[in-house]
């Protein structure tokens, strides 16, 4: 019979109750039921819908100032 026995963890449950008191021990397990509460509560919302990626307005092109053959295309101002 080793500690893995359910014997021995009821006996140790119950020395885990007196040692650490009865509203203690309550107080603890109704803090990791909220804590599962809120887990499955996050693991049931959906996630929020994606949204639509935002455009970045760019500035036209500029016209180029001279040519292939290196002449002036344009004036400057």
């Known amino acids: 019979?080793?500690?893995?026995?359910p014997i021995h963890w009821l006996i140790f449950g119950?020395?885990?109750?007196l040692v650490l008191g009865g509203g203690r021990f309550s107080s603890m397990m109704g803090d990791v039921a909220k804590?599962?509460?809120s887990f499955k509560k996050g693991m049931a919302e959906e996630d929020e819908p994606?949204?639509?990626a935002s455009r970045i307005e760019?500035?036209?092109a500029a016209e180029p100032a001279f040519d292939v053959n290196g002449e002036k295309v344009?004036?400057?101002r």
């Open 1 to 5: 019979m080793g500690f893995g026995s």
């Open 14 to 17: 119950v020395l885990a109750i």
């Open 35 to 37: 804590g599962i509460k």
């Open 50 to 52: 994606a949204r639509p």
């Open 58 to 60: 760019a500035k036209a």
């Open 74 to 76: 344009r004036e400057d």
